[in-house]
């Protein structure tokens, strides 16, 4: 029998955000498994005492990042992470982007504003809509959308995000997505489980440090040939992505109306297995088969 971990995050008094974590876990057990869901960071857990430890909703790594990869670096020693640690270090700091676009793959332009760089108004795009984010951040935490009219407002974002040592991301604004939404095509086992869409997550005038709701309107998607291919495309380009689990492709329209890749989610993306039920049997099925070749290897 197989002993799983599918790593979490503890909300506290409030109850966890991922929908699909006590379906998975019952879904896993009725396969055969020995599986729990453990927070990331519970200092009372041996993690060298499971086969595979899956990272699924260690949502609040963004913001703990050191810390969280301290413990993916300890964990990796003594057992099999999924995703690897050297595709989670790499995936957790945006600036992969520069990767992806220096192998070919369309992305969001991208600019970075480090600690010390000049964040005057001058540093940022004066003829058209924009967006600032941080390279370390997830669930649209510290991201806005602004106008050249609002450059001032988005120069206190960037030092305040200087301040708490952040480095910034200024993109175009992608129009296009207030129409045609930005679509998540999800892989395991390497192949495409499924994909979903939803409308735009930054509305105008809402602040950077705004609870912001993530995935607004996500309904289910078929992935267009284009879409599939710029995916497919940005996983060849990943470092050790042969050892991939899982993955999350996020794209949206660029002014050219071709996708653009948005984001890459390789560390605790939403499976939205609550929105595929259909999509549980292969995620089972691709979990025990990481976890076995695992057992053989120990």
């Keep these: 029998m197989s002993r799983l971990a599918l790593a979490t995050y503890d909300p506290g008094a409030e109850p966890s955000k991922d929908r699909d974590l006590p379906e998975l876990v019952r879904a896993l057990r009725a396969a055969g498994a020995d599986a729990v869901a453990v927070p990331w960071d519970d200092p009372g857990t041996d993690w060298d005492g ?7 909703s260690t949502w609040d790594y963004s913001w703990r990042t050191a810390e969280f990869m301290a413990w993916a670096e300890r964990c ?69 959308r602004y106008t050249p009219a609002e450059r001032e407002t988005a120069v206190r974002q960037l030092e305040r995000m200087h301040e708490e040592g952040l480095t910034a991301m200024v ?39 705004a609870d912001k709701v993530a995935h607004p309107d996500l309904e289910p998607w078929t992935p267009t040939p284009a879409e599939l291919a710029v995916a497919e495309s940005t996983l060849a380009a990943v470092p050790e992505g042969d050892e991939l689990l899982y993955a999350r492709v996020d794209l949206a329209d660029g002014a050219d109306g071709k996708p653009r890749v948005m984001e890459l989610e390789l560390v605790e993306p939403n499976l939205f297995l609550f929105l595929h039920p259909e999509s549980v049997p292969r995620v089972v099925e691709a979990i025990l088969a990481a976890a076995g070749e695992n057992s053989v290897q120990r």
């Design 50 to 56: 499971f086969d595979l430890v899956v990272l699924r």
């Design 76 to 144: 990796a020693k003594t057992t099999r992470l999924a995703n690897p640690v050297a595709v989670v270090r790499w995936n957790t700091d945006k600036r992969y982007l520069g990767d992806l676009a220096a192998a070919g793959v369309p992305v969001v332009p991208t600019r970075y504003l480090a600690p010390g760089d000049a964040v005057g108004v001058d540093a940022l795009p004066d003829d058209h809509d924009f967006v600032v984010k941080p390279t370390f951040g997830a669930g649209a935490r510290f991201a806005a």
């Design 171 to 209: 993109q175009p604004y992608l129009t296009h997505i207030d129409v045609s939404g930005e679509r998540a095509l999800q892989f395991f086992g390497g192949r495409l489980l499924h994909a979903s869409r939803k409308r735009a997550v930054l509305a105008p005038g809402t602040a950077y440090d």
